[in-house]
């Protein structure tokens, strides 16, 4: 089984100063890494995945995320934010093993971000 | 626009009554989920779906009941049994190959 910790239940930042949203998981198997954003009652969207390959991966709005597989993590990082950043993030892992392997997903990390 | 619809996306009940929430893909998606999500708790798999006929319980299926007769459709059905029903709930699917979701807009449920 796989488990997800965002230890971070809110993070607030400044407009153009750069943030870091924590991840770390916990899994007996190799995993695969999520991103999802969540904007204020609406779905979740992906922001970025880990599946094979290069550890850092990015998405298009400057968002960039980076898999350490000594300290298990997956940390999201941005340079300089946005106030249209201001959201909810969750981190998910699904386990490699064969058959249906769920997407288990952290509590969040809601970013203020503020002028 | 290919995606997934919720319907409705707010929806009251008194308590005892049993109640239907929508879930529609046209993303010719093998797989559905349905979540529910509460403050400070992350997504909490309720059912899964992965072909038409068929479904699995997830993590907290307990007060509640889906069907899957057609690929685009996967209702879920709050029960009276479910002792603490007032929460945010989440639509997803997933194309046979792909490991990511894509989600619905959700439909936030208030039970009084």
């Known amino acids: 089984a796989q488990s997800v910790t965002q230890l971070d239940s809110q993070v607030p930042v400044f407009e153009e100063a750069p943030v870091e949203l924590r991840c770390n998981y916990s899994?007996?198997?190799?995993?695969?890494l999520f991103w999802y954003v969540q904007y204020p009652n609406q779905g979740l969207q992906l922001l970025l995945k880990?599946?094979?390959?290069?550890?850092l991966v990015e998405s298009i709005n400057g968002f960039e995320a980076e898999f350490n597989k000594s300290q298990t993590s997956f940390h999201l990082r941005k340079p300089s934010v946005h106030i249209s950043d201001t959201a909810e993030y969750f981190c998910?892992?699904?386990?490699?093993?064969?058959?249906?392997?769920?997407?288990?997903f952290g509590t969040g990390t809601r970013l203020l971000v503020s002028p | 626009d290919g995606g997934i619809t919720q319907s409705p996306k707010y929806l009251f009940r008194k308590e005892g009554q049993n109640v239907t929430l929508s879930c529609e893909q046209n993303l010719n998606h093998d797989a559905m989920y349905w979540y529910r999500q509460d403050p400070g708790q992350g997504l909490r798999l309720i059912y899964y779906?992965?072909?038409?006929?068929?479904?699995q319980k997830g993590d907290i299926a307990e007060g509640y009941s889906v069907s899957r007769e057609k690929k685009e459709s996967f209702p879920l059905t709050v029960t009276s049994a479910q002792k603490n029903p007032t929460a945010f709930y989440l639509c997803?699917?997933?194309?046979?190959?792909?490991?990511?979701?894509?989600f619905g807009p959700g439909t936030r449920l208030t039970v009084t």
């Open positions: 779906s992965q072909i038409v006929n068929d479904f």
């Open positions: 997803a699917s997933s194309a046979g190959t792909a490991l990511w979701q894509y």
């Open positions: 998910a892992v699904m386990g490699m093993n064969t058959g249906f392997q769920k997407l288990v």
């Open positions: 880990y599946l094979s390959g290069s550890t």
């Open positions: 899994s007996s198997v190799s995993v695969y």
